[in-house]
Each structure stands twice: as structure tokens, then as C-alpha cells.
Nanobody, 120 residues
């Protein structure tokens, strides 16, 4: 079983920045891909960003140019740098990992989530 633990959430004013971290209990060298998702109150969970084993990344249109996903395999940690935050970025953010599944869109391990609040 893989444990994913998120950190770095909190409250910030619009225009500010936060960096989320997600540390895995297993080496991230073995991931097919990892990703960040979020769920705002009353809304469905949505994908924010993914990073594949080869380092290629994908972003939701709503965060392109503002958020950056990265991974440090030496630290078994996934990051999400969030800049120019907007009130609509307020949500619970979840880290997810795919270890060995063939399709990057599938994730078998999830963190418990961390709250991000952006005030106007």
C-alpha cells in the first residue's frame, strides 16, 4: 500500500502563491504518472495537472500559465507551485499516483487532500 501525504495548503489573498507538496511512501521513480486534482464545495472533482515518468506535463485550461507541476524523485515528492491565485482556486487539493498502470489517466493511490483558500 502506498501512502500519499499532502502539505503546504492554507489561506492566501488573491494574487498570492502557495506550493503544495505530496510525499509518497514508495519511490516515485516507479510512477507511470502523478497528478493533482481539486474539489470545490458543491462541485465535482477535477484534474488540475499531471506529470508523466518522462517529465511531460498536462494542465487544466483554468490553471495554465499559473500553476506548475514538478516531481523530485530523490525526495519521493510531487509539487504544485500555484501563482496568481484566484478565489475560484479555492478547493480541497488531492495528490494521486499511478504505479504501473498502463494509462496515465488512472490513479490507484490518493492522498487525503489539503485545503486551499483564496480570498478576494
Amino acid at each position: 500500500q502506498v501512502q500519499l501525504v499532502e502539505s503546504g495548503g492554507g489561506s492566501v489573498q488573491a494574487g498570492g502563491s502557495l506550493r503544495l507538496s505530496c510525499t509518497s511512501s514508495r519511490s516515485t521513480y516507479g510512477t507511470t504518472c502523478m497528478g493533482w486534482f481539486r474539489q470545490a464545495p458543491g462541485k465535482e472533482r477535477e484534474g488540475v495537472a499531471t506529470i508523466r515518468a518522462d517529465g511531460s506535463t498536462n494542465y487544466a485550461d483554468s490553471v495554465k500559465g499559473r500553476f506548475t507541476i514538478s516531481k523530485d524523485n530523490a525526495k519521493n515528492t510531487l509539487y504544485l507551485q500555484m501563482n496568481s491565485l484566484k478565489p475560484e482556486d479555492t478547493a480541497v487539493y488531492y495528490c494521486a499516483a499511478n504505479y504501473g498502470l498502463g494509462v496515465c489517466g488512472a490513479f490507484q493511490y490518493w492522498g487525503r487532500g489539503i485545503q486551499v483558500n483564496v480570498s478576494s
